[in-house]
């Protein structure tokens, strides 16, 4: 029986699901991680995966990795994705985000101006057992905590809240209705206003200039960082090598002809938005496109940032068209439905949000190669705002890491059956004492992991550069 019709059992007939699997993979099972004898050599994961991005950035990638364990970490989800399908599997699936470390949780806006916090990347989204984004999540709190000083005491009741109030939030849509749970959302003032009583004076007013500040990450602060004038027009803003403008990037005939791609591709995408959206895309022209270096994971797809105008030079928006290809959690026998990857990396964000990017969309388009490749188009900033790690204290990033579980929860219970992971789940704290003893043996992994890179550098065998 498919995920699907699972759905269409009853509410006890789904609990019994749930509490089969627990027959079936213990809950304290979790705890384990031993790396199997025929474990790939984690640097040969990423140089694979490097083999299709362009190779002058593929340096920057392995420089931006070298920098710490963390770092790392986020730019091996391939390796964490083969090391989590060989760990026993509930069967219990849902959609995933497929990276959900902590930095990819954050503010975002939704189309009706509302500042949400909710799951952001979806570059490896694709639908598998619910337990592997919470353990990626998992691990990366103790890995970012460990940068920052904590005690192993601290470090485990950081994934011990963050793991309860995912099993809390998960019991409770299980109770919910279908479109409760559909209409379920983070709003950030009402957050704030709940927290306001358990922070002091000093956070509350961190937190105050936090959403501040992410309401003024819109448009037209994009433009004033990222374009000036040349000749009376509006360019964007040379950085290299992390954004290089086309005009400095291909020579004449060469940089017609991509800049002729991508004016087609913003056409093209155009007819997977709405019908409003589209409408209002369609008042916008591009004006100038760039090449832009992103993330960490990410650093060597093509992406590029494209200016469009509006009703005048005060009217900005910024498109981001990044290159999407095969999830890390793709089986090699079984890619999945999608036969477009951009589509994947759509349908995921529209599963698990509770409010996407409006001029959220996908295209493919033939490369000056030769080569097909697919895209997704978003809007490049809009009242964004990213969540600071190294700053973080262990009280912090406790409630933090509560905020993460209870999102990831909402977004999983949109497309898993949230009856029977709530069921597997229980009441009791047996998933969240788990989880912590493998986030920790996680974390000695990813500390090695990073090491043979390291190694990997200083052998010669990669080429680590700084951007």
Not at 343 to 357: I, N, P
Request: with cysteine.
């Amino acid at each position: 029986m498919s995920d699907a019709e699972c759905t269409h059992l009853t509410p006890q007939e789904r609990a019994a699901r749930g509490r089969d699997a627990r027959k079936r993979v213990p809950r304290s099972r979790h705890a384990e991680f031993t790396p199997a004898a025929d474990r790939p050599d984690p640097v040969a994961v990423v140089e694979r995966q490097s083999a299709s991005r362009l190779p002058e950035l593929v340096p920057i990638r392995y420089g931006r990795m070298l920098e710490s364990p963390f770092r790392f970490f986020r730019g091996a989800a391939a390796v964490m994705a083969g090391d989590l399908a060989g760990l026993p599997s509930t069967g219990l699936r849902a959609q995933l985000c497929g990276d959900a470390h902590l930095l990819n949780f954050r503010l975002l806006a939704s189309p009706e101006r509302h500042l949400m916090f909710d799951v952001n990347d979806f570059d490896e989204t694709l639908p598998g057992p619910w337990e592997w984004d919470v353990k990626r999540l998992s691990a990366s709190l103790v890995v970012a905590g460990r940068a920052n000083g904590f005690s192993g005491r601290e470090r485990a009741q950081v994934v011990r809240d963050t793991v309860r109030a995912y099993r809390e939030a998960m019991d409770g849509f299980a109770g919910m209705r279908n479109l409760d749970v559909w209409y379920a959302r983070i709003d950030a003032d009402e957050l704030y206003g709940v927290l306001g009583g358990e922070l002091d004076k000093r956070a509350r007013r961190r937190v105050s200039r936090t959403l501040a500040k992410a309401r003024t990450r819109d448009h037209l602060q994009a433009l004033e960082r990222l374009a000036h004038t040349v000749k009376g027009e509006l360019r964007i803003t040379p950085d290299p090598p992390l954004v290089v403008p086309l005009g400095d990037l291909l020579p004449g005939v060469e940089r017609e002809r991509l800049e002729q791609q991508l004016r087609e591709l913003v056409d093209r995408y155009a007819l997977t938005l709405q019908a409003d959206r589209r409408a209002l895309l369609a008042q916008y022209r591009v004006v100038d496109m760039a090449r832009k270096t992103v993330g960490v994971g990410s650093v060597g797809t093509r992406c590029w940032i494209l200016l469009l105008l509006g009703r005048d030079d005060a009217d900005p928006l910024f498109l981001q068209a990044k290159e999407a290809q095969e999830s890390v959690l793709a089986p090699p026998e079984d890619p999945g439905p999608h036969t477009n990857q951009g589509e994947r990396v759509v349908t995921g964000q529209r599963l698990m949000q509770a409010a996407g990017d409006m001029f959220l969309g996908w295209e493919r388009v033939e490369g000056l190669d030769g080569r097909q490749r697919d895209f997704y188009l978003r809007q490049l900033r809009d009242w964004k705002a990213i969540p600071q790690a190294d700053t973080m204290t262990p009280d912090v990033m406790r409630r933090f890491g509560r905020l993460c579980g209870a999102t990831l929860a909402r977004a999983h219970a949109r497309s898993g059956d949230r009856i029977a992971i709530a069921a597997y789940l229980g009441r009791s704290d047996a998933f969240d004492l788990a989880l912590a003893r493998f986030a920790e043996s996680y974390a000695d992994q990813n500390e090695r992991d990073h090491r043979a890179l390291a190694e990997a550098v200083r052998g010669g065998r990669v080429t680590a550069a700084s951007a």
